[in-house]
């Protein structure tokens, strides 16, 4: 194997230097002599002696994505990598700076090295967009593909990274509320998807009555498929805007009302107010700053419920997970109250 030979005051410089050219050769070990420090190379470079040692290529397996790179990447440019991914199912989706573009391949390739489940990795191309709030993507290693098979709860369900929303952050979630529901419930599971939230729930509440609604004719068709493939016989997927389906069918009908819309859930507050029984439930989803959370979230639920001419009780709230520097995501449980207060007479 050909090294080069690097007095070692010049040896961390020269390292980053031959990472940046592509004459790096990694996977081989670095050795040291008197005075030197021997890099493995593919050729010639800034007039140093280039020497032949024997030396064996050795699999090296890392368990951090950095330290993988750790011979593809300089020193800064391993300070610009985004270090946090998402992975559904055998499929990664890493966002990968501008500055690093030229070297997504080599990303990719070390993710899968790190990941041995993994057979793809995906570039995000941008953020959530559009009225079904999917994100565009691109292949940038392992296999060609945006389909994968996620499980999770003891569920299995397949979808479209593609074509459909999915987060792998509201598992925690889904499986808080499924221990919160009571035998027999009617649950509306707005905004569905291809359908996590009935399907968790389903599998361990089989006698529930499940209706799980989805805009996204994509989802929908992943949804079916989901039911059938976990034989959650009590989910009915509807396809639909969740406004017309709530105030058309299931107005009072719900004992507990789900709201993981990723963004606007807020606007469908009077439509979950309208789908719930006296005393039902409804799950509120909201985005809103880091500065006092509750209090913004709970704001947009009590003006909702004034409009809705309807009362809440807040049983529980926490914040689900951090989303930005300056955002998080917070859940309010609400309970609805509609039967009125009577009014109170004067004292004689």
Known sequence: MMYMKVPRS????????????????????????????????????????????????????????????????????????????????????????????????EIGEALLSVHKNLKTVLKKLGPMEGEFRVRRVKPIAGEDRTTTLYRESGVLMELDVASVYFSVRLSHERKRISELVKPGERILALFAGVGPFPLVIS??????????????????????????????????????????????????FADRILMPLPKGAHEFLDVAYAGARDGGMVHFYTFVGMQDPFREALEKAESAAKASNVRIEVASQRIVRPYSPQTVQVVLDLIIRKTKVPIQSPSA
Not at 17 to 33: D, N, S
Not at 55 to 80: C, F, M, N, V, W
């Open 10 to 105: 010049q040896g961390e410089k020269t390292r980053c230097e031959l990472i940046q050219k592509g004459i790096f050769v990694a996977g081989y070990p670095i050795l040291g002599e008197e005075g030197f420090v021997l890099f493995p190379v593919s050729g010639p470079y800034g007039g140093f002696e280039t020497v032949e040692r024997e030396a064996e290529k050795r699999p090296i397996h890392h368990d951090r994505l950095k330290d993988a790179l750790s011979g593809i990447l300089t020193e800064p440019e391993l300070e610009t990598l985004i270090g946090s991914f998402d992975i559904i199912g055998d499929i990664a989706i890493i966002e990968i700076p501008d500055a690093l573009e030229s070297k997504e391949k």
């Open 203 to 252: 599998k361990t509440h089989p006698d529930a009555e499940i209706v799980a609604i989805e805009l996204n004719p994509y989802a929908v068709g992943f949804m079916e498929k989901n039911i059938a493939r976990n034989r959650a016989k009590n989910v009915k997927a509807v396809l639909g805007d969740a406004r017309k389906v709530v105030l058309s069918g299931y107005q009072n």
